[in-house]
């Protein structure tokens, strides 16, 4: 066989591989797993009839333009139809974006900390990535962004909430920033996490699209309607920047089964945003019962809490291990960790005061 291999682009040489929150022990005593923003409820009985109905015909390709679920989400949202694309999760989404707008010599500003798949989707398209670091609060600097714009400039993210901190940022800041975007630059803001938004200062992202042609709003399906591994998300976009993502799309890259299932959870919307509303409530107690036990959390309106932990983030995670719940650790940063079922919170809490106590 020859010693030569495939030639690869430079740029993938650098680029981490995605990595995926650890899953649960499965010999372990119990194992919860926190580590993927996932949403701890089963799939609703009405939800899992239409996948196993749908399932039936497999053997054929779906809908390639997922008509029925982009003519649901326009309906909802009062836009255009041609204004909604559909990818293969959000964060397909989120890179079709990218390679839409950004390549060699460009730029996509984001802040750092954010969302993991930023840098390698921006990597991937051989685009440059600006990273703003946070304020000392975890929060957007958005000041700091703007400020970072220069001709190169193609594409913006701003992750609101932000993962992995859950922080937000305001309609007041929201606008002031957008003013100060060039009408040729993107802002995609990402609201993965809406609907466990209760600070009534951030704004609805369709809100902000309907008055700016440069802004797109990424949502999923994967968090708050707990469709994580049926992969779908979608944008809402003005004409060309929509007209870019069917471009760019892979073909057929939402399943049949996910786009019926999508559909299917937006009409049982209530019982669906009923739990997001438990959540909120356990994860009131979680940032409540952590700040007792003398932790700084920052202010989340996500299903997750960012702390900062240095040096001693491995050591926190490996405790958190021990004791039954699995986290996401940003090594030499902090700890993501998913506000689960109660049970799983209360594990969590429990290692949590036991680490501070220095058990
Ligand atoms: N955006 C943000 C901010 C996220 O945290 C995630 C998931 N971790 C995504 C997008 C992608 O989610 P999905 O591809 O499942 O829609």
Known sequence: MSETSPKLRAELEGIPTYKPGKPAASDGPVAYKLSSNENPYPPLPGVMETVTAAAASFNRYPDLACTGLVDELAERFGVPASHVATGTGSVGVAQQLVQATAGPGDEVIYAWRSFEAYPIITQISG?????????????????????????????????????????????????????????????????????????????????????????????????????????????????????????????????????????????????LLGRVGSLVCERTRVVEGLRAQGWTVPETQANFVWLRLGERTVAFAEACERAGVVVRPFPGDGVRVTVGETEANDIFLKAAEGFRKGL
């Open 127 to 271: 685009a440059a990535s600006v990273r703003v670091p946070l304020t000392p609060g975890d929060v957007h600097d958005l000041d700091a962004m703007a400020d970072a714009i220069t001709e190169r400039t193609r594409l913006i993210f701003v992750c609101n909430p932000n993962n992995p901190t859950g922080t937000v940022v305001g309609r007041e800041e929201l606008e002031r920033f957008l003013d100060r975007v060039p009408g040729d630059v993107l802002v995609v803001l990402d609201e993965a996490y809406r609907e466990f938004i209760r600070d009534p200062r951030v704004p609805d992202g369709i809100e902000l699209y309907r008055e700016r042609p440069n802004v797109c709003v990424l949502r999923t399906f994967s968090k708050a309607y707990g469709l994580a591994g049926l992969r779908v998300g979608f944008a809402v976009a003005h004409e060309p920047v929509a007209a870019a993502l069917r471009k760019t799309a892979v073909p057929f890259g939402v399943s049949q089964i996910a786009q019926e299932a999508a559909i299917v959870s937006l009409r049982a919307e209530d019982e």
